[in-house]
């Protein structure tokens, strides 16, 4: 079964400065997307970034961007520039590309001071 | 785009009540439903998946005659806790996707659901 690992429980950091939050995952497929959702106060989970498998290029989406080792079953999120309504739980999660099930990690708390 | 409802956002009930929750995708085609339970500071628990016009797929431990899902059309997909206990309070949440939305799921806003 695959499992996602979200090693970070808590994380912070201050305006305008860079964070990354660390996230491996298990897989014996090849095939499968990896994606980071944002879940702030209002309980909204939003969708932060996608990675498809298959490409070697990391996504990027303005102020977020990811750092997809495939090898490794690495995939962490990169926040630069970071704003105080990026506080919020970033989840992690995974999924194959021959099921639409979701694995979730536990989630990142991100803190961010002025 | 890909922007899904849920109704109500909060609901108080009674045990042995039931209790229906509505999601629905407004601006697209959701051929996938997928219904989760959060409990506080804790991840999203997978409960079921439907698919437009067929019976949900339960996850392991969960209760499918307690947790009645239906997906009668590609817009709506219905959660009902019936005879709810206290145990039973959670957020729920669901999530829908289309074919043609690129394996992402969409989340509603969640239904934050206490028993008496």
């Known amino acids: 079964a695959q499992t996602v690992t979200q090693s970070q429980p808590e994380m912070s950091v201050q305006e305008a400065e860079t964070v990354t939050l660390s996230c491996t995952y298990d897989t014996s497929e090849s095939d499968y997307y990896l994606f980071w959702y944002k879940q702030p106060p209002s309980r909204q989970m939003i969708l932060v970034i996608r990675?498809?498998?298959?490409?070697?290029q990391n996504a990027t989406e303005n102020r977020f961007s990811v750092n997809f080792q495939k090898a490794a079953k690495s995939f962490s999120l990169k926040i630069s520039d970071s704003q105080l309504g990026d506080a919020a739980m970033y989840f992690c999660?995974?999924?194959?590309?021959?099921?639409?099930?979701?694995?979730f990690g536990t989630g990142t708390r991100l803190l961010v001071s002025p | 785009g890909a922007v899904v409802s849920q109704h109500p956002s909060r609901v108080i009930c009674k045990s042995g009540t039931s209790v229906k929750i509505e999601c629905r995708s407004l601006?697209?085609?959701?051929?996938?439903m997928f219904w989760y339970r959060q409990f506080p500071k804790q991840s999203l628990m997978l409960m079921a998946t439907s698919n437009e016009g067929s019976k949900a797929t339960y996850e392991q431990g969960v209760e499918k005659d307690k947790f009645l899902i239906n997906h009668a059309s590609l817009t709506l997909s219905t959660l009902t806790v019936t005879s709810a206990h206290p145990e039973d309070s959670s957020f729920y949440i669901c999530?829908?996707?289309?074919?043609?939305?690129?394996?992402?799921?969409?989340f509603g806003p969640g239904t934050r659901l206490t028993v008496l």
């Open positions: 999530s829908a996707s289309s074919r043609s939305g690129r394996d992402t799921q969409y």
């Open positions: 601006d697209f085609q959701a051929t996938t």
């Open positions: 990675q498809e498998a298959y490409k070697q």
């Open positions: 999660a995974y999924r194959s590309a021959r099921f639409q099930k979701l694995v």
